[in-house]
């Protein structure tokens, strides 16, 4: 999230001045103020005046293009009109555009940005149990890769892909998982042995159009909200092309080894079927998807360690995911 030249405090003030002073590109209620809510790949803010709402989204330096933008708007308006799929709406800049630019002294480069309509409605409550909400999780994400598989794409379709490339190539996304904190060589032993079995099981597995497409790549519970009229799927920030079976490995992210994980597998598994034919073939695949995930979040956490929530998560993540790993290969190698 941070320049390499300026620690994330000082980045984080340079975006709050950018918002401030951006806010009067749409057609928001004089007075109006944006507080920060989350700060991850980007900014959000909540914008607030007397009876209005909305969420403006500042993105990352180099993370997507314009045009990626375009395209991620154009797949939530698709679901939210043919899909059957509740997406946030976008506010229109008073310029006629969905997507506004802006720099103020100090950025290194200018920012995209997008105003998005204010979602009523809580995340899950999911208690000391959140296995009751994976059958609904398991639904939307069936809804959304049947949508995605007759979906005719905009012309230039450009999102990122996240397959075993993105992971463990040579330019990974997120970075490389050996440069996680934590990784002793003990772990990295494991995690080598990981990796090259997920890669192969991937390679067996294949892209084929039933298995591969468009996919959310963040379906987790905290991207759900509910109210009295329904469920909302929001955040589609990083959806690009992947494994439909990695949006269940988005769903445990961080939690993977909760040792409800597999009442929570299969509760998302009766979901998904309901809207969708799964395989029990494909269906046992789907630890690689997360051991995929875990490492690309392992990865996550070493590449954005200046932001609050990796630093939080940092603490023992390496040593329990060699655990996982290590439960992996018993099982698939």
């Known amino acids: 999230?941070?320049?390499?030249?300026?620690?994330?405090?000082?980045?984080?003030?340079?975006?709050?001045?950018?918002?401030?002073?951006?806010?009067?590109?749409?057609?928001?209620?004089?007075?109006?103020?944006?507080?920060?809510?989350?700060?991850?790949?980007?900014?959000?803010?909540?914008?607030?005046?007397?009876?209005?709402?909305?969420?403006?989204?500042?993105?990352?330096?180099?993370?997507?293009?314009?045009?990626?933008?375009?395209c991620e708007l154009a797949w939530a308006d698709a679901l939210n009109s043919e899909g059957g799929i509740t997406t946030p709406g976008v506010y229109t800049g008073r310029d006629g555009k969905r997507i506004q630019s802006g720099i103020v002294p100090g950025l290194p480069a200018p920012r995209f940005m997008v105003l998005f309509h204010f979602v009523e409605g809580v995340e899950p409550d999911t208690g000391d149990d959140p296995t009751g909400h994976f059958e609904e999780l398991g639904e939307i994400a069936a809804r959304t890769h049947l949508h995605?598989?007759?979906?005719?794409?905009?012309?230039?379709?450009?999102?990122?892909?996240?397959?075993?490339?993105?992971?463990f190539g040579q330019t990974p996304t997120w970075g490389n998982w050996r440069d996680g904190p934590e990784v002793t060589d003990e772990v990295k032993i494991i995690l080598e042995a990981v990796?090259?079995?997920?890669?192969?099981?991937?390679?067996?597995?294949?892209?084929?159009?039933?298995?591969?497409?468009?996919?959310?790549?963040?379906?987790?519970?905290?991207?759900?909200?509910?109210?009295?009229?329904g469920t909302r799927l929001i955040d589609f920030d990083d959806c690009?092309?992947?494994?439909?079976?990695?949006d269940f490995a988005t769903a445990i992210s961080f939690i993977e080894d909760n040792p409800l994980v597999p009442a929570m597998k299969a509760a998302w598994i009766k979901g998904y079927r309901k809207a969708r034919a799964l395989s029990e073939q494909d269906a046992q695949e789907i630890e690689t998807f997360v051991m995929l995930r875990r490492l690309a979040l392992l990865a996550w956490i070493g590449s954005h360690i200046e932001a609050p929530e990796p630093q939080e998560l940092a603490p023992g993540f390496a040593r329990v995911t060699g655990e996982l790993g290590q439960k992996y290969l018993d099982a698939f190698a």
């Open 1 to 70: 999230m941070a320049s390499s030249e300026m620690s994330l405090e000082e980045t984080l003030g340079l975006l709050q001045t950018l918002g401030d002073q951006s806010l009067g590109l749409w057609d928001i209620p004089a007075g109006a103020v944006a507080r920060l809510i989350n700060v991850s790949e980007n900014a959000t803010y909540l914008v607030e005046a007397p009876g209005y709402k909305s969420v403006l989204r500042i993105h990352r330096e180099n993370y997507h293009s314009q045009n990626a933008i375009e």
């Open 240 to 246: 690009g092309l992947g494994w439909y079976l990695y």
């Open 195 to 229: 990796e090259k079995t997920v890669v192969s099981r991937l390679d067996a597995f294949g892209k084929g159009p039933e298995r591969f497409g468009l996919i959310h790549a963040d379906m987790r519970l905290a991207n759900l909200l509910s109210d009295g009229t």
């Open 148 to 167: 995605s598989i007759g979906w005719q794409r905009p012309d230039r379709f450009e999102r990122l892909t996240w397959d075993a490339r993105a992971v």
